[in-house]
DNA sequence: CTGAAAGCGCTAACAA
DNA sequence: TTGTTAGCGCTTTCAG
């Protein structure tokens, strides 16, 4: 029940019959002990239930710890604002350990930024990394250095196959295009479902949706082997090209309710469209809680929004490497699936 | 950027031209310093953006903190359970600085039980209390005492219309019950709804869940005019009654789809009749996530279940306390009524 | 009203 | 391989 611990390090080393130094050595590894007084310390430490006192520790070893955290830019009310909000209360909670925090941003359509990012926080001695990985080949070469230098890193967002990472937080991307699925179809007759998607310019650069995707397309094919599937790709600089592509689909189908649903985080697209033409009678879901999405929700043109704490898990990044750095241990799970929250124009305002 | 920051109150002194003793002093309002030093001292804490290390402080101070939680009883699995579990969180964090966390519990059917529990805590001299207020009129009294003898306290799960607590965490109930309805009816033809309850032997004791079938009921009047409310009661302690009261229910209600809610969290009575009876057609909508219930949702005896992270608003009133009696800071919002979370079969197993 | 000084529990040289 | 010691930044007597 009570965490105060009384006991000290000089409890342990009285008896233990040693000086604090050797308690000290023996706590972290540092310098040789004798096998016999670091066994009897272990044991002294057992017994008496020895807790150390990370404020007296923090105190005395005033090292100057940082941490980085490589995500993508972003404008006002984009994605990533959430996920810099996060950082911002994992900034709070590292401070008061003295661990400052920031952040270095790159563009996620070049390659070239992110390399940048990349070197600018190895050459900046970090003392852990929380990373967005957008580019899975410049990543693993990047995360494999952090390992040599024995740099603590933790994976948001998404994560790769590899295995030196300190921990994961993120969405299931794969249940969650099948849950967004469930929820699009909710048990109707559903005889076409309209995909949204981006269009990217450039190419080779890894769709970070297509995994929900797939989630969402195996939901359909199971529960509706006759739907069909309409692919319907939007310019994001374009809106224009947006409207009259959405024009298009709207003439060509006549089906009373239109199903449609978006992979990504910009279904606002979407409903600014349906807005703009006062159509109604349609069923659209789409994920993340932007604030235009939001708009979207209570206005009645996006029926449901999925969504994640990307700001929760951001923070928890940090703090988990705060506290690797300062206590020296690992968070409970290494990978870290975060709830995948349903939104609907009742419980919207009680989000964030 | 950085908030390990470097100036410390040596610094402030030599510049004050004071020593750090009277520093301090101005730091705590303790003992008498000159208007002069007092000023000078202000003045210099400005310029260099002086900023206390909480460590070093805590240290320092070596203060005995003591946390009490005051929650209802319960039986594993049951509601309170995931509240005790945020308590456990709460305690690791206030671990940290010494400050120990334990929770006194009472029978939330027995007012004396109730008493007992104020009492104890009040005797024992605690730095702060988390409460869960079943019983009004002696939560006040409670309160009342609490604040005379300056401890701060913060309200869970519910609270009280008057104004001294440091901070509340909780579900918003209206919100919450009319967010059920809307999920319960869909958008489909309800005409009648049921409303399972729990008989309570005591009188006089309040309905926690009123507030939420207000919102429920509001919900139905506003968007289903003509649709009729049946109440059924369940005695929690005889399952034979329950069945007999539910079998009752089905042989009157013919419709092709039945629609039933509960407000409370033990919609798995339902379920559990549903299943013995092997009864598919109905549509059922209840709240929290007890792992029966959730048995209930995967097994599909239950569509959906609002649910909310009282770990999470638990673990909040700790750290809100622990904050408090560390740097004095106060809770960003005093309210915090936490986001209902809507789970269904397919992102339950991500929740928790 | 104010300064000096002794710790709080721990880390990291430095000697031995 | 180990003990000793000087702090880390702050609080708190205790003199003055």
Not at 218 to 223: A, Q, R, T
Not at 332 to 341: H, L
Request: aromatic fraction near 10%.
């Amino acid at each position: 029940m009570n965490s105060g611990s009384k006991i000290t390090i000089n409890d342990v080393a009285r008896a233990a019959g040693v000086s604090k130094g050797t308690v000290d050595r023996v706590l972290h590894n540092r310098g040789e002990v004798s096998a016999k007084s670091r066994e009897k310390i272990l044991q002294v430490i057992e017994e008496l239930g020895y807790r150390p006192n990370f404020y007296a520790s923090i105190l005395a070893m005033k090292k100057d710890f940082h941490i980085y955290c490589i995500i993508p830019e972003f404008n006002n009310g984009e994605f990533w604002a959430l996920t810099e909000k996060g950082i911002e209360q994992g900034r709070e909670y590292a401070g008061r350990f003295g661990i400052s925090v920031s952040t270095v941003r790159y563009d996620q359509y070049d390659l070239d930024s992110f390399q940048n990012a990349c070197e600018k926080v190895l050459s900046s001695g970090p003392s852990g990394v929380v990373i967005a990985p957008m580019f899975r080949n410049e990543t693993l070469k990047f995360v494999k250095e952090l390992s040599e230098m024995r740099v603590p890193y933790v994976y948001i967002d998404s994560k790769l196959e590899e295995d030196g990472y300190l921990a994961y937080y993120g969405m299931p991307m794969y249940q969650s295009g099948y849950l967004c699925a469930d929820i699009l179809a909710d048990g109707r007759d559903v005889d076409m479902v309209h995909v949204i998607r981006i269009a990217r310019d450039k190419k080779g650069l890894s769709d970070p949706t297509i995994t929900r995707r797939t989630g969402l397309l195996d939901y359909i094919s199971e529960h509706y082997p006759e739907c069909r599937i309409e692919n319907t790709f939007l310019d994001p600089r374009d809106k224009a090209a947006r409207y009259a592509v959405l024009d298009e689909l709207f003439e060509k189908d006549k089906s009373p309710v239109k199903y449609i649903v978006m992979c990504n985080s910009r279904v606002h697209f979407v409903a600014d469209y349906l807005r703009d033409r006062n159509i109604g009678n349609c069923r659209v879901v789409g994920f993340d809680v932007l604030e235009r999405n939001l708009a979207a929700l209570r206005d009645g043109y996006v029926q449901a929004l999925i969504a994640q704490h990307s700001d929760k898990q951001a923070a928890a990044a940090i703090s988990a490497i705060t506290d690797y750095l300062i206590m020296h241990t690992v968070p409970q799970k290494k990978d870290n699936y975060t709830q995948m929250d349903i939104l609907n124009k009742y419980n919207c305002d009680y989000y964030l």
